[in-house]
């Protein structure tokens, strides 16, 4: 069954923010987002760990945070200063094995197929 549901996605201006949400089913101990347009491969865009560290993609950097709200096992993705190349569709992926396995937030953000779970993907849209 769905395990992961993002919202928040949608059309927003230059220098704008916008908040995506992940409801998830469950406690995982690493979460992150990744982002991926039509042609490219899925990149990552922020991760955090069990261990509550982050992890930022270099081009989001200053203008992402990633957060979660362990009582609602939810996690968020707050943007700021939006700019048109972040156009894309964002994927929430969630994994029950954290820091002890390797699965540090470093280590997620390059490695999308280490998260067994995905959501459906909200878009998001920058003119």
């Known amino acids: 069954h769905v395990q992961l549901v993002e919202s928040g996605g949608g059309s927003a201006q230059a220098g704008g923010s916008m908040r995506l949400s992940c409801a998830a089913v469950?406690?995982?101990?690493?979460m992150g987002w990744f982002r991926q347009t039509p042609g490219k491969e899925r990149e990552g865009v922020a991760t955090?760990?069990?261990?509550?560290?982050?992890k930022y993609a270099d081009v989001v950097k200053g203008r992402f945070t990633i957060s979660t709200d362990a009582a609602k096992n939810e996690l968020y993705l707050q943007m700021n200063n939006l700019k048109p190349e972040d156009t894309a569709k964002y994927y929430c992926?969630?994994?029950?094995?954290?820091?002890?396995?390797?699965?540090?937030?470093?280590?997620?953000?390059?490695?999308?197929?280490?998260?067994?779970?995905w959501g459906q993907g909200t878009q998001v849209t920058v003119s």
């Open positions: 955090i760990d069990s261990d509550g560290a982050t």
């Open positions: 992926a969630a994994d029950r094995q954290g820091p002890m396995w390797g699965m540090t937030a470093s280590h997620a953000l390059g490695a999308p197929d280490s998260f067994a779970y």
């Open positions: 469950a406690h995982f101990d690493s």
